[in-house]
T-cell receptor
Framework: GESVGLHLPTLSVQEGDNSIINCAYS??????FIWYKQESGKGPQFIID?????DKRQGQRVTVLLNKTVKHLSLQIAATQPGDSAVYFC????????????FGQGTTLQVKP | DAGITQSPRHKVTETGTPVTLRCHQT?????MYWYRQDPGHGLRLIHY???????DKGEVSDGYSVSRSKTEDFLLTLESATSSQTSVYFC???????????FGPGTRLTVT
């Protein structure tokens, strides 16, 4: 079945370093991908999205890379800050045309001062 | 939280009682969604709405109903709450089905 998974459940990085969070997806028909950030006790917050006709998209301190060949998505955070500590999860559009996103379970990013 | 409010934010209720959660948006987005979030499962879609009085089921709709009488409000009702419905419930909105969902702050529901 369709699944969105994450390679590591927890990622610990030093403040100021770059962070890379990975996501594997199984449905090659997915054409839309989103990264969310969720802080404790809050709702998921949209970070950045990318469509399948792109390989890379940049935002403010964040970059999403899409490798359709190996069905892999990554989120890069530059100069990681303590405020970046949160759970990050990806979502994919899946193969149906209903627009029902499939969410991964998340990676916890811990930023060490 | 993108102009989305949820009420109540916390609720404790007893098994067998009906519960209604409310989502209100000020963005005038057409699509509204209810998700539940549980450890080990990620976000799962309960029901969604694609317009006033237009709703459809998600992957975990059993035991839940929804109503949308106005563009800005989307109600989720647990007809007879069970302990398995203890969860954090998130409302989300989007302009279209192929756009990102923007989430509300969540409602933590505990069924005892």
């Amino acid at each position: 079945g369709e699944s969105v998974g994450l390679h590591l459940p927890t990622l610990s990085v030093q403040e100021g370093d770059n962070s890379i969070i990975n996501c594997a997806y199984s449905n090659s028909a997915s054409d839309y991908f989103i990264w969310y950030k969720q802080e404790s006790g809050k709702g998921p917050q949209f970070i950045i999205d990318i469509r399948s006709n792109m390989d890379k998209r940049q935002g403010q301190r964040v970059t999403v890379l899409l490798n359709k060949t190996v069905k892999h998505l990554s989120l890069q955070i530059a100069a990681t800050q303590p405020g970046d500590s949160a759970v990050y999860f990806c979502a994919e559009s899946g193969s149906s045309n209903t627009g029902k996103l499939i969410f991964g379970q998340g990676t916890t990013l811990q930023v060490k001062p | 939280d993108a102009g989305i409010t949820q009420s109540p934010r916390h609720k404790v209720t007893e098994t067998g009682t009906p519960v209604t959660l409310r989502c209100h948006q000020t963005e005038n987005h057409r699509y509204m969604y209810w998700y539940r979030q549980d450890p080990g499962h990620g976000l799962r879609l309960i029901h969604y709405s694609y317009g006033v009085k237009d709703t459809d089921k998600g992957e975990v709709s059993d035991g839940y109903s929804v109503s949308r009488s106005k563009t800005e409000d989307f109600l989720l009702t647990l007809e007879s709450a069970t302990s398995s419905q203890t969860s954090v419930y998130f409302c989300a909105i989007s302009e279209s089905q192929v756009e990102s969902r923007y989430f509300g702050p969540g409602t933590r529901l505990t069924v005892t």
